[in-house]
């Protein structure tokens, strides 16, 4: 895993060496084995190296027998072996052992058509030197960045927009409608970003950059046939995928460890590891001094039957406050919740055990219905089919033990899920939820909301694929949450930022497309049975997993949120972030508001999820603010 960035001219003016460099030194955290670039008169590449396969051999740029094609590359191919071979059958010869060379050579080959042969995550530059073009592509789920802007006819791209704004040439500012992406949808949807005129290259897409001009493309989208009823060989499938998909994931020429949180999929991804990894299998695990946050005994139990060595990051009182400025700087982007914080410490642990490479159990709710908001769906579609009655809704009483009893009982609590869309509305699933974290909208100032265009909900709704009417309502459901939280939060500022903060790799057992593929033709009843959800999962795992673990209900990953910055001695930071005349400079929300918000923080007053979600929201902003546009 690595940091890529390169810049590529409209006319041959040339690209400074210097340049380069500090577009590499901005992500040398991604990259801390070694580093790269090449400059020519239109084109420059840059690039720092995670070293995990062939490392001795696999230096970038990367080149073909003559350098007319270069390139840059952040990510992992699993397949490359298969595909070295399909390559070499094809007369083509190779001098590395690493998938850098096989991209060089498909690319080669097929030309963008590679991308549809990929089994990976990945982001990457190919610079065509006959073509005069650069080539950019991104992988199926957007597991691994790509950002890029077009300033005066040149196109940079980077891994992150810091290298962009360390050029020199990309001016780095705020963009009112990103911020308010955020705010509804916990991320800014691709291709939007939180700094003006700075884009991600969306999930599955591509993009050629050839005589001045960007031209896009898209290679892969999600599809959902849903079948009628289940095969009767797909548990028998459904394992030779998983097993298959971490054999993949274990190809490392260093030690691969796992994540282990103690629910269902991060034990199956160890459990699988374990299996199949040449190496005693390292696992990490995050604890929390609130018990409610907790999994610790469940990690333990898992981590025995493994019989890995067991390492734990425990979050203490003040380990959210204490990393959260560093947190935000390598999110690049404000935050609705504090859950990235741990990660980024699991990360620095599995660092310090000299772990490069991590297995991991993301995706797995998103293709087999485990979150809660699939059964809150379902749940939302049975009461309003009979609206008079007062028994079925009753049945949220079963939605989220782990919140506090008195804030989720009783005819108001019920009917908010009710009353918060309509299920002819495409955003029926997500209405509950999008509201609910929009409601940090109440705190804007004058002058962002004067500069918002447009609402992001509508702009979702116009951007939904024509299929999408055609799927059933837990399958479109699964489609918002792939491309609305999975993507741009979860594995980006949750995931690829925290752990490649610390030169660590994260791989998606869940996310090959291939098991994603495979869960979304199973009928939805396989995946949500009643308000059991990953049903299918489940009853493959039955004896892989300990019968705890596998039992258990969906416990999301949580971690302290608003005690954690108002602790019995002041946090600096905090107080000045939040001050009045701090939020006045920054002019985002309104001094008079976030004050309200403040004291009832302060008091023990906030509580509930709007509020908390307002101030991690508002302070990440802040931090935000001063770090990427020079508030001191």
Not at 59 to 75: K, T
Not at 82 to 101: N, S
Request: glycine content about 8%; overall charge neutral; aromatic content about 10%.
């Amino acid at each position: 895993m690595c940091g890529i960035a390169g810049v590529a001219r409209s006319e041959p003016r040339g690209v400074a060496p210097d340049m380069l460099d500090r577009m590499a030194t901005a992500l040398r955290h991604r990259g801390p084995d070694g580093a790269g670039r090449y400059a020519d008169a239109r084109v420059g590449l840059a690039h720092v190296r995670l070293s995990i396969i062939d490392v001795a051999g696999g230096a970038q740029p990367l080149g073909n027998e003559d350098g007319s094609v270069l390139i840059v590359y952040n990510g992992e191919v699993y397949n490359y072996v298969e595909l070295q071979a399909e390559l070499e059958a094809a007369g083509h010869r190779f001098r590395t052992r690493c998938d850098t060379e096989v991209l060089v050579h498909a690319y080669e080959q097929w030309g963008t058509a590679m991308l549809e042969r990929l089994n990976g995550q990945f982001a990457f530059a190919i610079y065509d030197v006959r073509a005069g073009s650069v080539f950019l592509a991104r992988d199926r789920f957007g597991v691994r960045p790509l950002c890029y802007s077009v300033v005066k006819g040149d196109l940079f791209f980077a891994s992150e927009a810091k290298a962009l704004f360390a050029s020199g040439e990309v001016v780095a500012a705020p963009d009112p409608a990103g911020l308010d992406q955020v705010f509804t949808f916990w991320a800014a949807r691709p291709p939007r970003t939180v700094f003006r005129e700075v884009f991600a290259l969306e999930p599955g897409c591509f993009a050629v950059w050839q005589h001045g001009v960007l031209r896009h493309g898209r290679y892969y989208e999600l599809e959902y046939p849903e079948a009628g009823e289940e095969s009767p060989d797909a548990l028998m499938t459904l394992g030779e995928l998983l097993e298959d998909s971490v054999t993949l994931r274990l190809r490392s020429d260093v030690p691969v460890g796992g994540y282990l949180s103690g629910g269902l999929d991060s034990s199956i991804s160890c459990a699988l590891a374990a299996r199949g990894s040449p190496f005693s299998l390292r696992t990490f695990s995050v604890t929390f001094d609130d018990p409610r946050l907790d999994e610790g005994a469940f990690q333990q139990l898992v981590a025995g039957q493994l019989e890995s060595c067991h390492h734990i990051q425990a979050i203490g009182s003040n380990a959210v406050v204490t990393a959260f400025p560093e947190v935000v700087r390598h999110a690049e982007t404000p935050l609705v919740r504090t859950a990235p914080a741990p990660m980024y410490l699991l990360a620095r642990l599995a660092r310090q055990h000299d772990i490069k490479v991590v297995l991991t159990g993301e995706g797995a709710d998103e293709l087999f219905l485990g979150y809660d908001l699939f059964k809150e769906t379902a749940l939302r579609l049975f009461c309003l089919r009979q609206p008079q009655s007062t028994i079925r809704p009753r049945l949220f009483d079963r939605l989220y033990p782990y919140l506090d009893p008195t804030g989720r009982r009783g005819d108001f609590w019920r009917r908010s899920f009710l009353d918060a869309g309509s299920p002819d509305d495409p955003l029926f699933s997500h209405l509950p939820r999008f509201l609910l974290t929009r409601r940090i909208r109440d705190f804007y100032s004058r002058d962002l909301r004067a500069e918002l265009r447009r609402d992001p909900l509508d702009e979702l709704r116009e951007s939904l694929p024509a299929r999408f009417a055609t799927w059933s309502p837990l399958n479109r459901a699964a489609y918002l949450e792939m491309t609305t939280l999975l993507s741009p939060y979860l594995l980006s500022a949750q995931g690829d930022r925290m752990s490649l903060a610390h030169g660590v790799e994260a791989r998606y057992p869940f996310l090959d497309h291939r098991v994603f593929e495979f869960a979304a033709q199973l009928p939805t009843q396989s995946k949500l049975r009643g308000l059991k959800e990953k049903a299918i999962l489940r009853r493959w795992a039955r004896n892989l997993v300990p019968p705890a673990v596998q039992q258990r209900s969906k416990q999301p990953y949580r971690a302290p949120d608003v005690p954690a910055f108002f602790t019995p001695e002041p946090v600096d930071y905090v107080r000045d972030l939040l001050d009045e005349a701090n939020l006045a400079r920054t002019g985002l929300f309104e001094p008079a508001a976030v004050a309200g918000l403040v004291r009832r923080c302060r008091s023990g007053a906030a509580l509930g999820f709007r509020e908390s979600q307002a101030l991690v929201a508002i302070l990440s902003t802040e931090l935000w603010y001063r770090q990427f546009f020079g508030e001191d």
